[in-house]
């Protein structure tokens, strides 16, 4: 397992995370080793917007003596007063449901406390009205909610509650189906998103990944937008190369399931690249780079995705990015031209030219 660190909040978190969708679908026995044997790969991540209420004992008994080593992303908003998983913009009732899950996964407390699910502005709206925002922010003071997060599918109202808020973590649906118009969370133009993760990259708010599968349409070509399948670790690496991402949050609900989700570190280059997408019929991204890191090896030792990722931080003035930049190994003043990473690029990025505008930019800043 590999690890990213919180920029805001310092937590180590495994890039492979688990999300609750489909745990409740196994028998008990079958579902906690499941969990079990996550912890036991190395993953320390779990959301908590599971499909119906029978996940919420399964951690429990999964995870009691190693409450302290694991984060729980829990939602205030999500409800499931009948069962199965609901939504609710009124406060009572999201009290109610937050004590509990509380009280089911054994717990007296929330690592990342998210707002839930805003993803029209009106939902944003009620949310402040009815008083859920300030009853979250009751739990912060009282140490019972550690961080703030906010889950939604939509870039324009994600930059509306950040306009008004801080938070410290967003749950977004990330995969290429999404990215390019297609799916049914699809919110939001190629660059809006884009602006969006260069934000997050900016502000320090770490993304967590749900959808990464676009619930399993990607993963079969006769359901596929694009009429062609991707590999599961294609689009966990799809995800993972987003700026600001940290964790990506498939779901699962047997512990061959968790076999294939964590063996995504031990697979070929081949086998997790997702620059085929290039050759999709709806899919147009020619001209940009979209660090896929296709390009490799550079013959001189450019990162040259993260360098193009640092690039496109700095435009909008991130100095993090621009310091990150500075102490590379190699930098874009070190392209010889010898147009290898051109030939290679299947987005048809012509990077040689691309290192010359990196220099040239950096010179005036």
């Known amino acids: 397992m590999k690890y990213r660190k919180h920029p805001k909040t310092g937590d180590l978190i495994s890039e492979i995370g688990f999300g609750s969708s489909y745990i409740f679908e196994s028998e008990e026995m079958?579902?906690?080793?499941?969990?079990r044997h996550a912890y036991e790969n190395g993953i320390n991540y779990f959301d908590l917007a599971a499909g119906?209420?029978?996940?919420?004992?399964?951690?429990?008994k999964a995870f009691k003596d190693v409450r302290n080593k694991i984060f729980?992303?829990?939602?205030?908003?999500?409800?499931?007063?009948?069962?199965?998983?609901?939504?609710?913009?009124?406060?009572?009732t999201i009290k109610k449901s937050i004590s509990w899950q509380l009280n089911v996964l054994n717990t007296n407390y929330i690592d990342y406390g998210f707002i839930h699910c805003q993803d029209e502005l009106s939902d944003w709206e009620s949310y402040k009205r009815n008083g859920v925002l300030e009853y979250i922010y009751e739990l912060k003071e009282k140490g019972i909610v550690k961080h703030l997060g906010l889950s939604s599918h939509t870039p324009k109202v994600i930059n509306k509650i950040m306009d008004e808020i801080d938070i410290d973590t967003l749950m977004f649906s990330i995969n290429p189906g999404y990215e390019f118009g297609k799916g049914d969370y699809a919110y939001g133009s190629v660059s809006e998103r884009e602006e969006l993760y260069l934000r997050c990259q900016k502000e320090s708010v770490g993304i967590t990944v749900m959808k990464p599968f676009s619930g399993g349409q990607l993963l079969d070509e006769k359901l596929s937008p694009f009429k062609k399948s991707l590999n599961i670790y294609q689009c966990i690496h799809y995800a993972?190369?987003?700026?600001?991402v940290l964790t990506v949050l498939p779901g699962a609900k047997t512990v061959n399931d968790v076999e294939n989700m964590v063996s995504y570190f031990e697979q070929d280059e081949g086998t997790t690249d997702y620059s085929v997408i290039a050759d999709f019929k709806y899919v147009d991204?020619?001209?940009?780079?979209?660090?896929?890191?296709?390009?490799?090896?550079?013959?001189?030792?450019?990162?040259i995705g993260l360098v193009n990722k640092y690039f496109d931080l700095i435009k909008v003035d991130d100095v993090m990015a621009l310091e990150h930049y500075r102490t590379l190994e190699k930098k874009a003043?070190?392209?010889?031209?010898?147009?290898?990473?051109?030939?290679?690029?299947?987005?048809?990025?012509?990077q040689s030219f691309r290192m010359q505008e990196i220099v040239q930019y950096l010179r005036e800043l």
Request: aromatic fraction near 12%.
């Open 30 to 35: 079958e579902a906690v080793k499941a969990l």
């Open 52 to 60: 119906n209420a029978k996940a919420f004992p399964l951690y429990a």
């Open 72 to 92: 729980y992303q829990i939602h205030f908003g999500a409800d499931y007063t009948n069962g199965d998983y609901g939504w609710s913009l009124d406060l009572e």
């Open 240 to 244: 993972l190369d987003k700026p600001a």
């Open 285 to 303: 991204t020619k001209g940009k780079c979209v660090y896929c890191n296709h390009c490799k090896p550079c013959p001189v030792g450019i990162d």
């Open 333 to 350: 003043e070190d392209c010889i031209a010898c147009g290898h990473c051109d030939s290679r690029c299947p987005f048809g990025v012509k």
